[in-house]
């Protein structure tokens, strides 16, 4: 596909998200559980991928409340389905009122920010991790702005197989941001040389860290993780040992639909006190700790143990 085209589909498109965008939230929901039952009932998406995933993560639980999980599950993925949408065309005036998700300790945040070169923040697939992008545009608890400011976030990510996707999807996840026609998104293959090069800069670095490892990134055993032994990249929190920076662990609650709950839970002041290995054991065990608590707010479509 030539390059002209692929921009003309990505402007149709995300000008089709932008007007759906304006329609209610509720909407959207509604939709959102059309898609979700169709997705599970009859497309059947990965439903052995995720029933094989319950029953290995929870062996103690029966068929039916594994059942009940999936079903959950696959809800919660419809929802969100419908908030990427609604975010996709919204402001931070609009993202603030609407009261999605509160920032639950700006303080803490503010904290580990500014007496640290630089902050490594370790997210999940649980939540909606679609949101990350209206982060300085959420409530906080406290009623005070975090002291973050947009062009001192980066967000790591990996870059899909099709270019057009690749760019919808990079739009839509900073759909909120205000530097118009900019991106905090940085390409994982780049973040090494980005890092060197900001490294006399105070910036955050977010890292999505739960997936199974890419086959150019290197398996490390970290332990067991719910109930199996698993593998994981070391490259976030060995560049956060070689820069000393603080580390955090990203929790997105869902406390109800339309309704979560961001803490950045402090995992250390200086990573490069710790061994990239000490650090990623405690993000698996705070991530267990998260599933544990409301075990359909994971993607357990993904295949993380392969």
């Known amino acids: 596909m030539c390059l002209i085209m692929k921009k003309l589909l990505v402007n149709i498109i995300r000008g089709l998200i932008v007007v759906l965008s304006k329609l209610p939230l509720k909407f959207h929901y509604f939709m959102g559980d059309i898609l979700a039952w169709l997705v599970k009932n009859v497309m059947k998406y990965r439903y052995s991928t995720v029933l094989v995933n319950l029953a290995r993560s929870f062996p103690d639980r029966k068929y039916k409340e594994i059942d009940r999980i999936a079903a959950d599950f696959y809800r919660h993925l419809g929802e969100i389905v419908a908030e990427a949408i609604w975010f996709g065309g919204s402001n931070y005036k609009r993202l603030y009122e609407s ?3 509160t920032v639950m300790n700006q303080e803490e945040i503010d904290d ?6 630089s902050m ?3 997210s999940t697939h649980c939540g909606n991790w679609e949101l990350m992008g209206g982060f300085l545009g959420y409530r906080t608890l406290s009623g005070k702005k975090v002291a973050i400011q947009e062009e001192q976030i980066s967000v ?8 057009v996707s690749d760019e919808v999807f990079k739009r ?6 205000e530097r118009v026609g900019t991106s905090c998104e940085v390409e994982s293959s780049s973040i090494l040389r980005y890092t060197v090069k900001h490294k006399d800069e105070r910036r955050v670095y977010i890292y999505p860290t739960d997936q199974a490892p890419y086959w ?3 398996k490390h055993p970290i332990g067991e993780f719910m109930h199996q032994q698993t593998n994981a990249m070391l490259g976030s929190v060995g560049l956060a040992c070689k820069f ?8 997105m609650k869902r406390v109800e639909r339309g309704r979560y709950e961001m803490t950045l839970i402090p995992i250390c002041r200086d990573a490069s006190q710790s061994s990239p290995e000490e650090i990623m054991r405690k993000y698996y065990d705070l991530l267990q700790e998260e599933i544990n608590e409301t075990p359909y707010n994971w993607l357990w479509t993904h295949k993380r143990w392969k």
């Open 99 to 101: 009261g999605l998700v």
């Open 244 to 251: 000393s920076h603080s580390v955090m662990y990203m929790k």
């Open 112 to 117: 580990y920010f500014l007496n640290a070169p």
């Open 120 to 122: 490594t923040v370790l």
């Open 172 to 177: 839509n996840r900073v759909a909120a941001v």
């Open 216 to 218: 150019k990134a290197g």
């Open 156 to 163: 790591v990510y990996k870059k899909l197989s099709s270019d």
